[in-house]
């Protein structure tokens, strides 16, 4: 199971993304001819109002039961700057990573993640600190419970769009001609075994 939005779920999806034999073939020539690279941007995502001790199970597993109840009312926003070394130290390296990339990967309640997609695979992804650190032919941005259906399975891309919930920035001819493997996008998001953070 794979935390999400972090590093660890991006990773599993890139994977995800090189191994499906579906968008394989659907998106066979996307980018080839063209810049075919992507930007998620995932707006008002809520670490002011969430709090370490509503954070799922999975976040802070393996820190006792003790220190779980002196962090519970920390904000995640404030959790890297109040949370010390002395503290670290007892924490599970993965929830002391994941304090890290709150600090690091959230930006202003907005995470950017790039996405090189090319000729039906995927060649790379990141989480950026900002909209412009690399350049990229499409932005797909959208508020945090948009994004968060589309993990879930709840909530098509395409229709997104459609909808309102997802702005798309970029050639709208390319991502028209390519629907099946735009779609197929959020059908591998949902098939990862994913717990959100928020």
């Given at each position: ?16 993304l ?65 949370i ?32 090189d ?37 709840e ?44």
């Amino acid at each position: 199971m794979v935390l999400y939005p972090t590093s660890e779920w991006l990773s599993a999806y890139e994977t995800a993304l090189e191994e499906n034999e579906q968008l394989s073939e659907a998106g066979a020539g996307w980018g080839v001819e063209f810049d075919g690279t992507l930007l998620f941007e995932i707006t008002d995502v809520p670490i002011e109002e969430t709090t370490l001790g509503t954070l799922p199970e999975e976040a802070l597993d393996g820190v006792s039961d003790g220190l779980r109840e002196q962090l519970a009312d920390i904000p995640v926003a404030e959790a890297a700057e109040l949370i010390d070394e002395d503290v670290r130290k007892h924490l599970p390296e993965r929830s002391s990573t994941l304090l890290d990339q709150v600090e690091d990967h959230i930006v202003d309640g907005t995470v950017y993640t790039y996405i090189d997609l090319y000729d039906g695979g995927c060649r790379e992804t990141e989480i950026l600190s900002s909209r412009d650190e690399r350049t990229v032919s499409f932005v797909l941005s959208g508020g945090h419970e948009a994004w968060k259906r589309i993990v879930s399975g709840e909530l098509d891309p395409v229709p997104a769009v459609m909808s309102g919930e997802l702005e798309i920035e970029g050639d709208m001819q390319q991502v028209l001609k390519y629907s099946e493997a735009t779609q197929l996008l959020g059908e591998i998001a949902a098939g990862l075994d994913t717990t959100h953070l928020f």
